[in-house]
């Protein structure tokens, strides 16, 4: 199976490559410059002579903040690029996959969100990224689209690596603890994303087609989050953080986000059998990784 994901130093199409390789599943990796989102043109020829049996929607505008003054160019990548992308995929009659976001949801809901909620997003990236969704699924119904949350790994940028470098050089921090959702390990994704992909290459039953929700197994907040790394990384001999909670309003940003994003992963699991791991496991892994020590016991 040859697999096309869009980006090439993001967190999911590296994870995939890497993942790509050990399973002997050719990966190819299309971005900048060769690919811009942005100028849907770009997309045609590299995406034909790829000759793929499956395309990965992956790249994205995904800076949250800046996207609130840069509404034009996030709509290009998020939402028209995607779209673009869709109809070539139908083009060449194939599977298109597309990661979206848990930002699609307003998170004023009481209990966790499936995919037969209604999203209203609260940000212009959630907007973005719903337009997207929006555009594959008018393009083609041969489409999976897979919405994700806080996704953090060994590469690029996020929040674990975040709270690490703040770490080594503060005692205590500050971190949001009214914002609930699921922490996502990008290699989990990775691992779905090929199952995903093989299955639907395989099986053209539509009730694999359409939204599902894809996020790590459990729940936190981003204090909670950052309690978990800072514990992990102190078993590993690194220094211990104090992480005081505080609420949204103490740490205004530009975009809003939704206070509850938590997405439930029944429908994946019901379809594919697929569950990814507890985010707490997945966090051991990925301090393993960025670290090179396992926790000691105890
Ligand atoms: N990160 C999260 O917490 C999160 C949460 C929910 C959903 N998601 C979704 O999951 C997917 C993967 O996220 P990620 O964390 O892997 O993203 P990421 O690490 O921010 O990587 C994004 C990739 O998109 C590429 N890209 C940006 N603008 C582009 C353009 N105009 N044309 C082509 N490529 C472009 C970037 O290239 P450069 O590096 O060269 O700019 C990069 O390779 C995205 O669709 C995102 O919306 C992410």
Redesign the pocket.
């Known amino acids: 199976m040859r697999i096309l994901v869009?980006?090439?130093?993001?967190?999911?199409?590296?994870?995939l490559k890497a993942l790509g390789e050990r399973m002997g599943i050719e990966v190819i990796?299309?971005?900048?410059p060769d690919?811009?989102?942005?100028?849907p043109k770009?997309l045609a020829e590299p995406v034909r002579a790829a000759k793929p049996d499956v395309i990965i929607?992956?790249?994205?505008?995904?800076?949250v903040d800046k996207a609130e003054s840069e509404t034009a160019?996030a709509q290009?990548?998020?939402g028209d690029?995607?779209g673009a992308l869709a109809k070539l995929a139908a083009e060449l009659n194939v599977p298109i996959l597309?990661?979206?976001?848990?930002?699609v949801f307003a998170g004023d809901k009481d209990g966790i969100y499936d995919e037969s909620d209604v999203p209203a997003p609260v940000s212009v990236?959630g907007a973005t990224?719903l337009s997207?969704e929006t555009q594959i699924a008018a393009a083609t119904d041969n489409h999976v689209i897979l919405?994700?949350?806080?996704?953090?790994?060994p590469?690029?940028?996020?929040?674990v690596k975040t709270m690490l470098r703040l770490g080594e050089t503060r005692d205590e921090l500050n971190v949001v603890a009214d914002q609930h959702g699921c922490p996502?390990y990008?290699p989990e994704?990775a691992r779905a994303l090929i199952a995903v992909a093989q299955r639907v290459v395989a099986d053209p039953d539509p009730t694999l087609r359409g939204v599902f929700h894809l996020t790590g197994q459990g729940e936190t907040t981003w204090a909670g989050f950052a309690e978990g790394i800072f514990a992990g990384s102190a078993a590993r001999g690194g220094k211990a953080v104090k992480v005081n909670p505080i609420p949204t309003e103490a740490y205004p940003t530009p975009a809003k986000r939704p206070a509850n994003s938590r997405l439930s992963g029944e429908k994946l699991n019901q379809s594919y059998g697929l569950r990814l791991d507890p985010w707490e496991t997945s966090l051991d892994e990925c301090l393993t990784a960025l670290t090179g020590t396992v926790a000691k016991e105890g």
């Open positions: 869009t980006g090439t130093e993001g967190q999911v199409d590296t994870s990796r299309i971005g900048l690919i811009d989102l942005s100028k770009t929607s992956s790249a994205a505008y995904t800076a160019l290009a990548i998020n690029g995607p597309h990661l979206s976001t848990d930002y990236y990224k997207g919405r994700t949350a806080w996704v953090y790994s590469y690029g940028n996020n929040f996502t990008a994704i």
